[in-house]
């Protein structure tokens, strides 16, 4: 199971669930899907699967979010190989 904690979100996935998201995510390009906020930020909004729920980013945060999530995924391939060395 991954648990990501990135500022005021928690996401957690199940291991297929986790890699089927990172790769979701890598499509998005931020200039293509963010648009200006009233307070004249630019940002990016993902949807969620409850539809009342959208999730909101900056171009720096998205690229921490991205940067998190490839983080975990390289240490669950990390984890992965321990485990076949018992």
Known sequence: MYFIWHNNILLHFL?????LF???????????????????????VMHSSANEISLAFTEEEWEDLKEVLTEAAYLGNVYDILKGCK
């Open 22 to 44: 990172l790769t979701h995510i890598k499509t998005y390009v931020f200039e293509q899907r963010a648009f200006c906020f009233p307070d004249g930020e630019k940002r990016l």
């Open 15 to 19: 291991n297929q669930e986790f890699y």
